[in-house]
């Protein structure tokens, strides 16, 4: 298994908590985390759980649906900890989930409009932080 990311964002590490990790850029109307990092209020309340953990997952399937296990490896994170992001990604219809056709051991999870709209404003707003200069 390799530990790239997916679309040009960091890898997680194997089992470790989301909320360990960078935010998304904040906005203006910023809410602080756990971990003391801000996070824009707007992407707290669209995107569940941890917003770089579902960014990454969402654009992991921006190309076309993948099987849970797929999405585990694609993405070096343990199988349960997909099984929670798409839980609750499913909860604010992001992805869907569907038996496999042909594995009936599997499930395909497929990412809806509002979802790749939401992975779209995800990667928009990483790309202008990125590029935005630090406060020094």
């Not at 850029?25 to 569940?48: E, F, N």
């Not at 999405?71 to 343990?78: G, H, I, K, P, R």
């Not at 979802?115 to 630090?134: F, I, V, W, Y």
């Amino acid at each position: 298994m390799t530990n790239a990311g997916v679309g040009g964002l960091p890898p997680l590490p194997r089992g470790e908590p989301a909320s360990r990790h960078a935010a998304l850029p904040s906005s203006p109307a910023r809410t602080p985390t756990a971990a003391g990092h801000s996070r824009s209020s707007v992407w707290v309340s669209r995107i569940p759980s941890s917003t770089t953990a579902s960014l990454r997952l969402l654009t992991a399937l921006a190309d076309g649906e993948r099987t849970m296990r797929q999405l585990s490896e694609s993405l070096d994170v343990t199988p349960r900890r997909i099984t929670a992001l798409v839980d609750a990604l499913e909860e604010h219809a992001l992805v869907e989930r569907r038996a496999h056709p042909t594995d009936g051991r599997s499930t395909l999870v497929t990412i809806t409009p509002a979802g790749l709209e939401q992975q779209r404003q995800g990667c928009q707003h990483t790309r202008t932080k990125l590029r935005s200069p630090s406060p020094t």
